[in-house]
C-alpha cells in the first residue's frame, strides 16, 4: 500500500505579562490531490513590540501564506510558490505602513518576523526573516540538543541593546532564507517566538515533548509555561512538527513530476481531457487556447485554458501562464473571474475557471450603440469594484478593455484575462517573468506606460476612463494618438474628444468626469476609483464653481441687497469708530 505523507503538530501561543498577544501561528494540513502537490504548510510570526499594528501584520502574514501558498501553480516549485506569496505580503505591508503614517516609521510600521516550513513529499522547505526559529530535535551519545535552523536578523549592540535588521514589512523589498532538508520518519521540529526559546533550555523541551509525545499541543503548551515561570516577558508562541509517515519511493517520484507537468495538445471538442470533457473551442490566440468543458465528476460547465503553442517552447511565457491562476484564487469580488478549484491529479499544464454565460461588453457596445446613461454607470460601478478588489491586494490588471469585461445574463460584470497583472513584489523574485514587457491593448493603456513608466492604480483608472468614454460616444478620448506620444510633450499636447452630442442626452458634469480619468497626466487624474463614480452620479463641485455664472447673473437682486448690507454695515462700524474718537 502507498505511504502518505502524515505529520503530528502541537500548537500553543499566550500574550504572557504584555497587554496584547503580537504572535501569530498557524498550519494547513489539505486533502488530496493538494497534499501530493503543494504539501503542508505551517507558520508563525512575532509582532515588533515597538508598533501597536504589528499583531495586524503578524496575522495578515501567517494567514495569507496559510491560504496563498495553495492558491500558487501545482507547476511551481515550492521556494518559487513561497516566494512569490512572502513578497507580494511583504510589499502590502510596507505599503500599509506609508499609508497609514503621514512619517514612515519601520520601528511602528506594519512589521513582523516569519518563519515557515512546507513539508512536500520527504523535504521540509524552511522560509525566515527575523528572530524567531527553527529547530531540529537531534539525539545523540550526549542526550537531546537542539540544532537552530535558522540565523537571528537581528543586530547586537551590547549586551542590553539589539534591533531587528530585517523582517517582513520593514523595507520595500525582503530577503527570505531559504533552505531544503531531507526527512526521514520521526523527525522533530520546533518553532518559537524569543520570549521562549531565550528562556527554555533544550532538556526541558525534549523531556516535555517525550512526556506528551500522544499530545504535542500540552507539550506546546507546557513549554510555554515554562518559559513564563522563567521570566519570560515577551509573548510566549511554539510549535511542534512531528514527521509521522513519509511518502513511498513510488509516490515521491510522482509528486516531483508535478513540478514539470507537460503541456497539453490542442483539444477537439468530445474529447476526453483529465477528467473534462471538450465540448467546443470558445477562443483562441497567441498566447492561449480556451475551451468550454464539462467536469466530469461534478457535471459543472466550465472553461479550460492551456498554454497555444507557441508559447509552449517559452519557459517565461508558461510562468507567466500559470501565474494567472494564482492571481484569480487571490481575489474575492464578485466582479473578477473566478478559477475552480483543482479536485484530482493534474496531468497537463493548464488552467479551469468558472464559465460565465453572457457576452463581452465589446459585444454589449455592439448591441447597444446609444445605451442610456444609468446603464453605462451600473457596468462602470461592477468595473471600478472588482479593479478594487484588484488594487487592494497590491495588483494592477493593466489589460483593462471591452474584450476583457464579461456581462452575464443577470447582468453581473466581471473582469477576465489576467495575463498582464502585475503584481507588487513579484518582479523582486529572481525569475524568468521579469524579461517580460507584459503590456495589454494598446489603445486602452495609459500613457505613462508609453514613457516606460511603471503603471499605479491611477493607470487602470485611465483604461476605465477610455472605456466610459468609448460606451458613450464609440470612440476614443484621445483617438489613436495615445501609444504614438511617446515623450512627455506629445503628451501634454493630446487633445481630448468630448462625449457630448447633440445626439445624446449626456450632462456636461459626465463629460467633466470623463475628461479627468483620463488626463494624460497620472497626477491629474482622480486619486480614487470611489470619487471618478462618485463623480459620474453627482456634478463635481469644481465643475460647478468654474461653469456657474456670477452671483450679479444668476440673481441680481439677492445681489444688490447682499452689496447693500454689506456698504450698511460698514457705514455703522464707520460711524461707530467716529464716535469713539
Keep these: 500500500m502507498t505511504q502518505q505523507l502524515r505529520i503530528s503538530v502541537g500548537q500553543y501561543s499566550d500574550k504572557g505579562r504584555k497587554e496584547t498577544n503580537q504572535d501569530f501561528h498557524g498550519v494547513y494540513v489539505p486533502k488530496e490531490p493538494q497534499l501530493g502537490s503543494k504539501g503542508i504548510a505551517i507558520a508563525l510570526a512575532d509582532g515588533i513590540s515597538s508598533s501597536d499594528v504589528s499583531q495586524v501584520a503578524a496575522q495578515y502574514s501567517v ?43 519601520r520601528e511602528r510600521g506594519y512589521v513582523c518576523t516569519f518563519s515557515g516550513m512546507v513539508i512536500k513529499s520527504t523535504t521540509a522547505h524552511l522560509f525566515h526573516v527575523g528572530d524567531a526559529r527553527i529547530y531540529r530535535l537531534n539525539g545523540g551519545l550526549n542526550g537531546i540538543s537542539l540544532e537552530q535552523l535558522t540565523e537571528d536578523h537581528r543586530v547586537r ?48 523541551i525534549a523531556a516535555t515533548i517525550a512526556a506528551c509525545s500522544n499530545d504535542l499541543d500540552q507539550a506546546a503548551q507546557k513549554i510555554v509555561e515554562e518559559a513564563y515561570q522563567r521570566g519570560s516577558g515577551d509573548n510566549l508562541t511554539a510549535q511542534i512538527v512531528r514527521i509521522d509517515e513519509l511518502p513511498s519511493p513510488e509516490a515521491n517520484e510522482l509528486y516531483r513530476q508535478v513540478s ?8 477537439e471538442a468530445r474529447q476526453a481531457f483529465d477528467g473534462y470533457q471538450i465540448i467546443r473551442e470558445i477562443k483562441g490566440s497567441a498566447r492561449s487556447h480556451i475551451y468550454l468543458a464539462v467536469d466530469s465528476d461534478t457535471g459543472d460547465t466550465v472553461v479550460v485554458k492551456i498554454p497555444s503553442v507557441d508559447i509552449q517552447g517559452n519557459p517565461a511565457a508558461l510562468e507567466r501562464f500559470m501565474l494567472e491562476e494564482w492571481i484569480a484564487r487571490r481575489i474575492n469580488s464578485a466582479h473578477v473571474l473566478k478559477p475552480c478549484r483543482q479536485t484530482r491529479k ?26 442610456d446613461l444609468l446603464a453605462v454607470r451600473s457596468i462602470v460601478e461592477q468595473i471600478a469594484r472588482g479593479l478594487q478588489a484588484f488594487h487592494r491586494m497590491e495588483m494592477l490588471h493593466q489589460d483593462l478593455k471591452p474584450d476583457n469585461i464579461m456581462i452575464d445574463t ?15 513584489g ?49 470612440k476614443l478620448p484621445y483617438g489613436a494618438a495615445v501609444p504614438r506620444s511617446r515623450t512627455r510633450a506629445a503628451q501634454r499636447k493630446l487633445a481630448y474628444e468630448s462625449v457630448l452630442h447633440e445626439d445624446r442626452e449626456i450632462p456636461a458634469w459626465v463629460d467633466d468626469a470623463i475628461r479627468k480619468a483620463v488626463e494624460p497626466d497620472p497626477n491629474d487624474r482622480y486619486a480614487e476609483l470611489s470619487e ?21 447673473e444668476r440673481h441680481p437682486v439677492m445681489f444688490w441687497k447682499v452689496v447693500s448690507f454689506v456698504l450698511l454695515v460698514a457705514v455703522i462700524v464707520l460711524a461707530g469708530t467716529k464716535t469713539l474718537r
Design 63 to 105: 494567514s495569507g501564506f496559510l491560504e496563498d501558498y495553495f492558491c500558487t501553480s501545482d507547476a511551481w516549485s515550492v521556494k518559487k510558490s513561497a516566494e512569490h506569496v512572502l513578497t507580494a505580503t511583504n510589499s502590502w505591508l510596507h505599503s500599509q505602513t506609508h499609508q497609514s503614517q503621514h512619517r514612515y516609521d
Design 410 to 424: 443577470n447582468g453581473t460584470v466581471k473582469i477576465i484575462d489576467f495575463g498582464a497583472t502585475r503584481v507588487a
Design 426 to 474: 513579484i518582479e523582486e523574485v529572481d525569475s524568468p517573468i521579469t524579461q517580460i514587457n507584459m503590456l495589454g491593448a494598446e489603445q486602452y493603456a495609459a500613457p505613462e506606460y508609453f514613457l516606460g513608466e511603471n503603471g499605479s492604480p491611477s493607470s487602470d483608472l485611465f483604461s476605465l476612463g477610455v472605456i466610459v468614454c468609448q460606451m458613450l460616444s464609440g
Design 346 to 371: 493534474r496531468n497537463y499544464l493548464y488552467v479551469v475557471t468558472e464559465f460565465i454565460e453572457g457576452q463581452t461588453l465589446a459585444q454589449w457596445m455592439i448591441d447597444n450603440p446609444k445605451p
Design 532 to 552: 471618478f463614480i462618485y463623480d459620474l452620479h453627482h456634478p463635481n463641485q469644481a465643475f460647478i464653481s468654474k461653469t456657474q455664472p456670477p452671483l450679479i
Design 157 to 204: 549592540i551590547s549586551s542590553e541593546q539589539s534591533y531587528l535588521a530585517r523582517a517582513l514589512g520593514m523595507d520595500r523589498r525582503v530577503d527570505i532564507d531559504y533552505q531544503a532538508l531531507q526527512l526521514k520518519a520521526g523527525d522533530l521540529f520546533l518553532l518559537a517566538t524569543d520570549g521562549v526559546y531565550e528562556f527554555v533550555d533544550a532538556g526541558f
Design 260 to 267: 514539470e507537468l507537460p503541456c497539453p495538445p490542442l483539444l
